[in-house]
């Protein structure tokens, strides 16, 4: 399970908007995947049974998140912290940020399929839908970067840039 942690960590923060929050969602992941580990089932994936895992769990929480008051500290404190002036580290920003304004369900199927490699039959098994439905959330998702990316101030769009290189 180890190895997988990497992998992990990318999927968790395609849900969490802070690194602390993002790990704190693998560890509980890892935390019910070894509790449950007499629930896997010999020959399959075991990289896609704790993806599986990690989205149950983050959408267990937040639907008891929905009933928590949340504080202004809570969601201040990432808007709050300064950015490097490096151009490099502001575009990555500004990507993260355009990934962050998408849907739910369109943000976890790129970082899935663009970010992770996952096949598309992969993605659709953890997302619980139709291979058609993983490309088609690809397709919109990469067509909604692009339009935010080419219209953002703070983004040079590379002239190579184009919706299947994203």
Same mark, same amino acid.
Not at 98 to 101: K, V
């Given at each position: 399970?180890?190895?997988y942690?990497? %992998?992990?960590?990318?999927?968790a923060r395609?849900?969490?908007?802070t690194? !602390?929050?993002?790990?704190d #969602?693998v $560890? @509980? +992941?890892?935390?019910?995947a070894?509790?449950?580990c %007499?629930r896997? !089932? %010999?020959? +399959?994936?075991l990289k &896609?049974?704790?993806?599986? =895992?990690m /989205?149950?769990?983050f959408?267990?929480?937040?639907?008891?998140a929905?009933k !928590? =008051?949340?504080? #202004?500290?809570? +969601?201040?404190?990432?808007?709050?912290? *300064?950015?490097?002036?490096?151009?490099?580290?502001?575009?990555? =920003?500004?990507? $993260?940020r355009?990934?962050? /304004?998408l849907? $739910?369900?369109?943000?976890e +199927?790129i970082?899935l399929? *663009?970010?992770l490699?996952? &096949?598309?039959?992969?993605?659709?098994a953890?997302?619980?839908?139709?291979?058609g439905?993983i490309?088609? /959330?690809?397709?919109?998702? /990469?067509?909604?970067?692009?339009? @935010? #990316? &080419?219209?953002?101030?703070d983004f040079?769009m590379p002239?190579?840039?184009?919706? %299947? &290189? *994203?």
């Open positions: 399970m180890v190895n942690i990497p %992998a992990l960590r990318a999927f395609s849900f969490c908007r690194s !602390e929050d993002a790990d #969602l $560890q @509980e +992941t890892l935390v019910k070894i509790a449950n %007499a896997f !089932e %010999a020959g +399959t994936q &896609s049974w704790l993806f599986t =895992i /989205r149950n769990t959408f267990t929480s937040y639907r008891k929905k !928590e =008051i949340v504080g #202004l500290s809570d +969601t201040m404190t990432d808007r709050l912290t *300064i950015d490097p002036p490096q151009d490099w580290s502001v575009q990555a =920003i500004d990507i $993260q355009a990934l962050d /304004r849907p $739910q369900h369109q943000r +199927t970082v399929v *663009i970010m490699g996952e &096949s598309y039959e992969t993605a659709a953890i997302c619980r839908c139709s291979v439905t490309k088609s /959330r690809i397709n919109r998702a /990469r067509r909604q970067l692009c339009r @935010e #990316l &080419s219209t953002s101030h040079a002239g190579a840039m184009t919706v %299947a &290189s *994203i």
